[in-house]
């Protein structure tokens, strides 16, 4: 345990924040800090036994690979080997998503500890938008491997608060900026090339960055089933609340045991809805109340959830958000946050992640 500090980063704390952040990164240390997505816990990914201690606070298997992030596109080559046939999609994406929430999946270079990639013979790459990110990564002057900064399987925190509440006493310091803009991990995709036609982009993990972005530079594949092993953030069960979490599909698929309190994390809350008729809730939270937009949703799903989960409830109901754009990422979230319990018993895991 150790005592763990929390800076604000208005305009007069950014200064302090960042020369706090970077002295704690430079001594190999390790700190949670805001980006665009969802708060990151930050170590020099140059740095093995810093990397080390990001896998010790998060309680993470060491076979589950890090993001690095890069302070500009030219630090690219100093983590990753770029092949000359996806060479010139690399460069259009990076042009077009970077800096922001797209993490590109590439050929390593020897010089990225084996821990920070989980042993495999590639590294997944992106550029944080984050203008307070963006500087402390600048000042470090090496690339900042950073998963989201909570314990393996749970929910990742979109503000400081959140931060505390998975870290407080296991790191030094939490960098708060306020809430996240994106709110939702960043979308990695792997790129294959193709002689004569568009590239192929696999996606590994849904985003803020959609299909629908992705198709102007390449067609959009879904990951081969062998590969979802690749991606561990893809396990089944993540995201989880520690009250049991329930998608469904339609209202009337819903039946209440007696006696048990239920509450609904609604798309719009919408008084007339069908989700929000169905039963006397204890509680509703909206995910965008009123007419619905995917991107407020998106921005407030993960705290909506620990809201929830802090209301003792029996069981917390899911209702879906329309499929398209950033609804597939939000769908994507729900369902692994409810997979957990859609396990029969005698199949369940024991090794739930935490
Ligand atoms: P987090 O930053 O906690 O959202 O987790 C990062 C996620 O990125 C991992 O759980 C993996 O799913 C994915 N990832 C990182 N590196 C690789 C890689 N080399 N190949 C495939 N997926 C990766
Ligand atoms: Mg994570």
Redesign the pocket.
Known sequence: MCETKTIEATDDGMMEARDAAVALLQRGDIVALPTET?Y?LAADAFNPAAVAKIFAAKE?PEF????VHIASFKDLKRVAVVPEEIQETVNQLARQFWPGPL?I?LP?QPEVPDLV??G?L???VRQSAHPLFRAINQALGNPIA???A?RFGRI?PTSAAAVMKELGGRIPLIIDAGACAEGL??T?I?IEARVGKKPLFYI??AGPVTREQLQEFGKVEKVLPGEKL?????LESHYAPRTPFRLIGRPEDFVPEEGKRYGLLSYTGEDGGEFVRRHGWEVVIALSPGSGKLAEAAIRLFYAMREMDEMELDEIIAEPVSETGLGVAIMDRLRRASAQRSLPKSTKKTGDPM
């Open positions: 969802v990151g993470r589950d690979p890090l993001i993490t999946i390593k990639t989980g495999l590639t590294v997944a950073a998963p989201s909570n990742s991990e960043s990695i792997r590994h993990r690749l991606a561990p953030g893809q």
